[in-house]
């Protein structure tokens, strides 16, 4: 069974940054994907940005392109997004998901708070 673990995020100014990461253990499948989805109050759970392990390829929500990098580690298992020029529209729970390809995340962190202030 998949485990995430995920750290980073708080509160910055609109115009900040912020870097959030996610660890994986457990993983038993030798090609995966790994990205954050994130979820605002009173809103609908929306994708954000993926990272295909194996292959290195990057997914982005069209909103955060240039904006929001992603990263992965394969000796680690994790993956790392830094957010620039943050936005108070960015402001939601960010949750860390792994699976078998970017659009079929489906194993999930706890969340981890992001909060831009204007």
């Known amino acids: 069974q998949v485990q995430l673990v995920e750290s980073g995020g708080g509160l910055v100014q609109a115009g900040g940054s912020l870097r959030l990461s996610c660890a994986a253990s457990?993983?038993?499948?030798?090609?995966?994907?790994m990205g954050w989805y994130r979820q605002a109050p009173g809103k609908e759970r929306e994708f954000v940005a993926a990272?295909?392990?194996?292959?290195?390829?990057?997914y982005y929500k069209d909103s955060v392109k240039g904006r929001f990098t992603i990263s992965g580690d394969n000796a680690k298992n994790s993956v790392t997004l830094q957010m620039y020029s943050l936005k108070p529209e960015d402001t939601a729970i960010y949750y860390c998901?792994?699976?078998?390809?970017?659009?079929?995340?489906?194993?999930w962190g706890q969340g981890i708070q992001v909060t831009v202030s204007s």
């Open positions: 990272f295909a392990m194996s292959g290195g390829y990057t």
């Open positions: 998901g792994y699976g078998t390809n970017w659009l079929m995340l489906s194993n």
């Open positions: 457990g993983r038993a499948s030798s090609e995966f994907a």
